[in-house]
């Protein structure tokens, strides 16, 4: 199943930038270094980078060196993970995202 989300902030620059719409794959295989989008709410949904995999949680990471979340701080339960995110639309352009 496929979800679209319009990505918002600065936290995945320079590779995915406010504005852009991710195109994320629930049912795909999640591996390390992957961007995902985590459901950290019930209204508020996150793209990052998995940077680690546990046998139930995971942590992630921004690419923005500039910047900070909490969501990155702590270990996170795999269970709201939505997905894969396998493709990026920036106005014209699309992008594959690695």
């Keep these: 199943m496929?979800?679209?989300?319009k990505v918002s902030g600065d936290s995945m620059l320079p590779k995915i930038k406010s504005g852009d719409i991710a195109v994320v794959n629930k049912n795909s295989r999640i591996s390390e270094g992957d961007i995902?989008?985590?459901r950290v709410s019930t209204l508020m949904?996150?793209?990052k980078r998995v940077k680690r995999?546990?046998?139930e949680k995971i942590t992630l990471?921004?690419?923005n060196v500039d910047t900070e979340s909490c969501f990155c701080q702590v270990l996170l339960?795999?269970?709201s993970i939505v997905?894969?995110?396998f493709l990026m639309f920036?106005?014209?352009s699309v992008i594959f995202p690695r």
């Design 61 to 63: 990471a921004s690419d």
């Design 2 to 5: 496929l979800k679209i989300f």
């Design 36 to 38: 995902i989008a985590y």
């Design 83 to 85: 997905g894969k995110v």
């Design 45 to 47: 949904v996150i793209i």
């Design 53 to 55: 995999i546990y046998v």
């Design 90 to 92: 920036r106005g014209p």
């Design 77 to 79: 339960p795999r269970s």
